[in-house]
């Protein structure tokens, strides 16, 4: 079909997903979730010097796992879309140069789940690539040395913070084959929702999601109910319930069908995560880890994913600016 | 066509770059090529408050006079694709969030030109947007105090540095009209070359446009003389002096046809620039300034632009890793 609405292409190729891998670290295996995954690592580091060599190490380990378990070799692949959190995707660059696959680096923050597999989606639809790989990655070392603070400085947490997550999901895209299918995408704008509170990424979050998710079902006229699950990358708990009040007063209740990936992940009372989890390796860790095999398994016929970032950076968060969020919604289907 | 040997998309239906609009700071207008940007800007603050405000304001007119030149508004334009050198591109979040246009951020260090009018090329050749815009953007002084020494340190520049220009373009790219085509791209991969030098970007950068430039010949059957130029992005007089060696070495001279945008961009004995212009408003606004009215103007009728990134990063070279470098080439045919 094309383009349809404002931001929504409807594919008429659809691309399937072929195959999933998912990587977390050690506290993500002992959450809730913790059986869902690939692989849970033994501790954060993989046996590298630095947090930022471990992150390359995960997404290394993360893309070859995908390969094995989907039998395909890195020529079979024609390009990989992905990215992490840290300055200049270092992570990623550094996980993924020795599979010698044509590169795109994206930087959509949490949201580049959402992003890679839409960029992919678009190379295979339009009939450019057989097999793309996408996805993305976070790691809580890297990212809170960078965002926040030291980790030995033992910052005090407040309740509306949420804990990135350690992990990495991958997805192998193909033009032709079994599996769940990519429906439709839709694209998010930037919005900007005056926050500046950097210890509640949530709320800058939410009005991204509430953006992407109406503007999703206006453009392929659809209702909340018409999918089994519309679920939000990493809002954690303040987000979602902005998400849900915002949507409603804006007339579409959601809540019957919500799922936010960073509420799943962990135990936030027992694992002391206060509002979530959170990361651009939350939603990718989760969707391939568990809800592909839902959707495998005909659990969930119809999900909408919707991973969400907050565009923030320490330099404008310094100079006093706003935080601004996006959101990208992938719309998969079981036939 | 679709996908064609390694690593290139050859386009059946090619996108036309409608229209492009470039902007300058003022070193960069007294330069050789000053007289071919379509704005030179009287400082580099632009009336902002810091560096990185004054890059977002600079993407921001670049971007509002690529619409108002080409008669367009924001709401025709179904996706913008661009990035810049700074952590968690910053200031393109800043610079096109007003605009309200479907976002996809990228991150491809100097290559970003090239990246995003791949990628926007393939969601106008694969039939999903009528219009795409694409676009890069670097700063002088946003580049110097992240990547180096704060700008007051007055650090001593090595000769084989290069000058981070100020500078943005972008382009137009549309399914119909008239204007110079995208007939092809060839997608980079990650080059590891063992250089950890951050003073010689160059070095980095240059066995990576020969291995993007061989493959784009080979994938297509074409000679170098088969253009009437092939364009690296910033390779500056080291960067190219290795990629002239090199790829006579593998048996291909592009010696005749080569150009490149960092030794075009400034005279490097009057303006003190030593090895060269860099930054992805390099190649970003001298193909937007320049080569594009050249293609218009039937004085080149056959271009491959090859930008060219160093895929650095301050904390992994203070972790002493390798310094990696990718280049994305555009295939681009007057008819």
């Known amino acids: 079909m094309g383009h349809l609405g404002k931001q929504t292409i409807v594919f008429q190729n659809k691309p399937v997903i072929l195959e999933t891998y998912s990587t977390v670290g050690p506290k993500e295996g002992q959450g809730p979730m913790g059986s869902v995954f690939d692989t849970v690592l033994e501790d954060e580091l993989l046996g590298e010097k ?9 997404i290394k380990q993360t893309v070859q796992g995908l390969l094995t378990k989907s039998g395909k070799r890195q020529e079979d692949i024609q390009y990989i879309l992905c990215g992490d959190l ?19 680096g994206l930087y959509g923050a949490c949201s580049t789940m959402g992003e890679s597999m839409s960029l992919g989606s678009i190379i295979i639809g339009g009939g450019y690539a057989d097999y793309v790989i996408a996805g993305a990655s976070s790691h809580y070392c890297t ?11 033992g910052g005090q947490r407040p309740l509306t913070q949420q804990w990135t997550v350690t992990g990495s999901g991958f997805v192998l895209l193909g033009k032709t084959g079994t599996g ?10 930037i919005v900007d929702f005056n926050t500046t509170d950097v210890f509640n990424m ?23 109910e018409d999918y089994d699950a519309i679920i939000t990358g990493d809002l954690g708990q303040c987000g979602t319930d902005i ?3 915002l949507t409603k007063q804006l007339g579409t209740d959601i809540s019957a069908v919500h799922q ?27 969707f391939s880890g568990y809800f592909y095999q839902q959707l ?8 909408l994913l919707v991973p969400t970032g907050a565009l923030m950076s320490l330099c404008s968060t310094q100079q006093g600016d706003n935080i601004t969020g996006i959101a990208h919604a992938v719309s998969i289907w079981c036939e």
């Not at 990212?143 to 400085?153: D, T």
């Not at 206060?274 to 939350?282: D, I, N, P, V, W």
Request: net charge neutral; glycine share 8%.
């Open 260 to 286: 936010d990936c960073g509420l799943l992940i962990f135990d936030n009372q027992a694992q002391d995560t206060h509002a979530g989890g959170s990361g651009c390796g939350c939603s990718a860790s989760l």
């Open 296 to 303: 495998k398994d005909k659990k969930l016929k119809k999900i």
């Open 180 to 189: 769940p299918k990519i429906h439709s995408i839709t694209t998010g704008k």
């Open 202 to 224: 949530g709320a800058v979050m939410a009005p991204a999601a509430a953006d992407t998710i109406l503007t999703h079902l206006k453009d392929t006229n659809q209702k909340p």
């Open 50 to 58: 630095t947090w930022e060599k471990a992150e390359g190490m995960l």
């Open 243 to 245: 998400l849900l009040d």
């Open 143 to 153: 990212a809170e040395k960078q965002f926040r603070y030291p980790l030995e400085y």
């Open 86 to 104: 840290e300055n200049q995707i270092n992570s990623t660059q550094d996980g993924i140069k020795d599979f010698n696959i044509p590169f795109f």
